[in-house]
T-cell receptor
Framework: DAMVIQNPRYQVTQFGKPVTLSCSQT?????MYWYQQKSSQAPKLLFH???????NEADTPDNFQSRRPNTSFCFLDIRSPGLGDAAMYLC??????????????FGPGTRLTVL | GENVEQHPSTLSVQEGDSAVIKCTYS??????FPWYKQELGKGPQLIID?????GEKKDQRIAVTLNKTAKHFSLHITETQPEDSAVYFC????????FGSGTKLNVKP
């Protein structure tokens, strides 16, 4: 009973070729997050959606964009991937934001390789 | 914003021994502290969490303690098994989740 699903699990793209990663959730949570995780490092928050409200982290490059067409789906678009964008991309959800004590649930991740 | 520090970065124990991982946080407004286990090539999986109105929580071989005054919380794994080998992340939440840098736990058979 997967709750946060990411597709594909592995993605290979060429330098500069746009790529889209997909995330869906069955939890009906308000918040969806995208994290970038490089080897041996903690997940780094790129941005999140609270419902339709988009919140970009200050240090997220413009190369990274996101779309949330409905509650269940969220997409990460990398417009011109560079070699430094090779990483694991994690999608997560939580019911709410702010000082709520809601749990955050992660998907299995998409491993992106840039050639 | 919040700053979470995690120690040690690597931990090697013999099967059956206990393992302890410690985290400190800076923002007294943080009120929720989850621990995640991440196996190679997979997403982080929540293993236990604690809220700021609780000092200790236990789930079978795993326990978490929280000291709000000192702003630190710890993960305790007893009777470790080889399948406990993974990277463990602590996190603290105020307006969003802030992660520690991770601890790679190796349980030797």
């Amino acid at each position: 009973d997967a709750m946060v699903i990411q597709n594909p699990r592995y993605q290979v793209t060429q330098f500069g070729k746009p790529v889209t990663l997909s995330c869906s959730q069955t939890l009906n949570h308000n918040v969806m997050y995208w994290y970038q995780q490089k080897s041996s490092q903690a997940p780094k928050l790129l941005f999140h959606y609270y419902d339709k409200d988009f919140n970009n982290e200050a240090d997220t490059p413009d190369n990274f964009q996101s779309r949330r067409p409905n509650t269940s789906f969220c997409f990460l678009d990398i417009r011109s991937p560079g070699l430094g964008d090779a990483a694991m991309y994690l999608c997560a959800t939580s019911r709410d934001l702010g000082t709520s004590t809601d749990t955050q649930y992660f998907g299995p991740g998409t491993r992106l390789t840039v050639l | 914003g919040e700053n979470v520090e995690q120690h040690p970065s690597t931990l090697s124990v013999q099967e059956g021994d206990s393992a302890v991982i410690k985290c400190t946080y800076s923002d007294s407004a943080s009120n929720y502290f989850p621990w995640y286990k991440q196996e190679l090539g997979k997403g982080p999986q929540l293993i236990i969490d604690i809220r700021s109105n609780v000092g200790e929580k236990k789930d079978q071989r795993i326990a978490v303690t929280l000291n709000k005054t000192a702003k630190h919380f710890s993960l305790h794994i007893t009777e470790t098994q080889p399948e406990d080998s993974a990277v463990y992340f602590c996190a603290a939440r105020d307006d969003k989740f802030y992660f520690g840098s991770g601890t790679k736990l190796n349980v030797k058979p």
